[in-house]
T-cell receptor, first 114, second 114 residues
Framework: DAGVIQSPRHEVTEMGQEVTLRCKPI?????LFWYRQTMMRGLELLIYFNNNVPIDDSGMPEDRFSAKMPNASFSTLKIQPSEPRDSAVYFC????????????FGQGTRLTVV | GESVGLHLPTLSVQEGDNSIINCAYSNSASDYFIWYKQESGKGPQFIID?????DKRQGQRVTVLLNKTVKHLSLQIAATQPGDSAVYFC?????????????FGSGTRLQVQP
């Protein structure tokens, strides 16, 4: 398996524009997580899905952020409108069924909003 | 590119020495812990995990120790190599919330001097 695949690897956009980040989890994994990493706040959980259903979105910063998982092999994280403070590395991770299991991370998308 | 903070605590060791990285966790209800390694420009990578019914677990060159009394976790790396240079994160899953997503600590940077 190729692991968790994220696209794009890098995104530079202007303030106010819509940004969509994409993730393909590992086949067979039932849980998917979106994390954000910044210098100030470290790794923060934004939202996670179990069997394509959002379970906990309490980490989503505000209404400008939305995430979807239309099927077991694809998820998106959208920011509209984007702001400079959204600049960060966004990671997607997936894990198999079961409560206590490791999460496998993608390579991340580095987002820069200018 | 750099994906972690510049103000992380740093542990500098000589190649061949043993390294000990420490982590304090706050939730006494956490029942599953993982150590992750993150190299520059990459996503976190699983190293080793431990459940709360254990106090020690060994892997290849790595050992994790768990002290639930003082809520302390440590990662020991034997015969540290230049390839071990990275940022190391501890992560936990609390049992009391039903939330099965990992919560990450702030990280420690390990620098291995040749």
């Amino acid at each position: 398996d190729a692991g968790v695949i994220q696209s794009p690897r890098h995104e530079v956009t202007e303030m106010g524009q819509e940004v969509t980040l994409r993730c393909k989890p590992i086949s067979g994994h039932n849980s998917l997580f979106w994390y954000r990493q910044t210098m100030m706040r470290g790794l923060e959980l934004l939202i996670y899905f179990n069997n394509n259903v959002p379970i906990d979105d309490s980490g989503m910063p505000e209404d400008r952020f939305s995430a979807k998982m239309p099927n077991a092999s694809f998820s998106t994280l959208k920011i509209q409108p984007s702001e400079p403070r959204d600049s960060a590395v966004y990671f997607c991770a997936s894990s198999p069924t079961g409560r206590n299991t490791e999460a496998f991370f993608g390579q991340g998308t580095r987002l820069t909003v200018v | 590119g750099e994906s972690v903070g510049l103000h992380l605590p740093t542990l500098s060791v000589q190649e061949g020495d043993n390294s000990i990285i420490n982590c304090a966790y706050s939730n006494s209800a956490s029942d599953y812990f993982i150590w992750y390694k993150q190299e520059s420009g990459k996503g976190p990578q699983f190293i080793i995990d431990i459940r709360s019914n254990m106090d020690k677990r060994q892997g290849q060159r790595v050992t994790v120790l768990l002290n639930k009394t003082v809520k302390h976790l440590s990662l020991q790396i034997a015969a540290t190599q230049p390839g071990d240079s990275a940022v190391y994160f501890c992560a936990e899953i609390p049992m009391d919330t039903g939330r099965r997503a990992l919560t990450f600590g702030s990280g420690t940077r390990l620098q291995v001097q040749p």
